[in-house]
């Protein structure tokens, strides 16, 4: 956008309207929808376009469809209007008596291991505060709370956390799970070279697990070879069971699953597979009192 752009000068009635013609695909469409007058319609959208200095809308017989800049305030007016909608949700709740709300993103590890227990004697001592949780990869943890969508996080070691405090609140090991008919089944401990010799059993690209994983091989100069992928680790013990492949886990976390369906854990030798599960907030940002509390709490519950 132009660096002169004045905000004061754009409103939500104009974003909404331009995302209204850009989902449509038509200026008359998304007055209609806006209950504006075509021409009213028209003249915001033009002096929209003089506002940020870009044409937003290429024009046509056909209708109208989105140049790149208006890809760009598209996505940003989403946005706007989701936070909007959220500070409208949390005001309501203020007015509930609800004394406050933690907006909490963590992985997958602590979300199945660490964070139920955790959560469930908080809310028990705090029944007035709400707590908003989203399963998220430890990479988006750290950029929702450095652009303050989220209040805490709880993620994995080895993310880059600049900007961010952070504490250890727990710790976990990854373990190389098969099954009971694998090969490497009798083996104690294994290195994870060594492991890269055999059929994996992943989760779907963009898991922090899989792309640290995909890491350590690459330093081998090798990669992984992934014969299924599935999207929960539930599902990568039941595939692991029927000897589809072997898997990397955090053992703490899927210790329950590996039990019932009988599969063999295989400690490994790589120091990067004993982590750190870290409690994050943004350096010198706000914290609400809600926040600070469940911050807390959750730095009592370590062990």
Request: with cysteine; aromatic share 6%; hydrophobic share 45%.
């Amino acid at each position: 956008m132009n660096p002169q752009m004045n905000p004061a000068r754009v409103d939500f009635v104009t974003l909404k309207l331009f995302c209204a013609i850009a989902q449509s695909g038509s200026i008359t469409k998304g007055a209609n929808e806006c209950s504006l007058a075509l021409s009213a319609a028209s003249r915001r959208i033009s002096e929209f376009e003089e506002t940020v200095g870009l044409m937003l809308l290429d024009r046509s017989a056909k209708g109208v469809t989105l140049t790149q800049a208006g890809h760009a305030v598209m996505q940003h007016a989403l946005r706007l209007f989701q936070g909007f909608e959220q500070f409208s949700n949390e005001l309501g709740e203020y007015a509930k008596g609800i004394k406050g709300h933690v907006r909490l993103w963590a992985n997958m590890s602590s979300l199945t291991e660490f964070l139920p227990s955790a959560l469930a004697s908080f809310l028990k001592q705090h029944p007035e505060i709400q707590v908003e949780v989203e399963e998220q990869l430890s990479g988006d943890i750290v950029k929702a709370l450095l652009d303050g969508i989220a209040d805490i996080g709880v993620l994995a070691d080895g993310t880059p956390t600049a900007g961010l405090d952070t504490k250890i609140i727990g710790h976990d090991e990854l373990v190389i799970v098969c099954s009971k008919d694998h090969s490497i089944k009798s083996k104690k401990s294994i290195s994870f070279e060594e492991c890269l010799d055999y059929d994996f059993v992943g989760l779907n690209r963009g898991s922090s697990l899989l792309e640290l994983t995909s890491r350590q091989a690459e330093k081998f100069s090798k990669q992984m070879r992934l014969r299924i992928q599935v999207r929960s680790y539930d599902a990568m013990c039941q595939m692991i069971a029927v000897n589809l492949g072997v898997g990397v886990l955090p053992f703490q976390a899927c210790a329950p699953q590996i039990k019932a369906m009988g599969l063999k854990v295989i400690h490994l030798e790589d120091a990067w597979a004993k982590r750190n599960l870290l409690l994050a907030m943004k350096a010198h940002g706000y914290q609400s009192p809600a926040s600070s509390l469940l911050s807390q709490h959750l730095l009592s519950q370590l062990r």
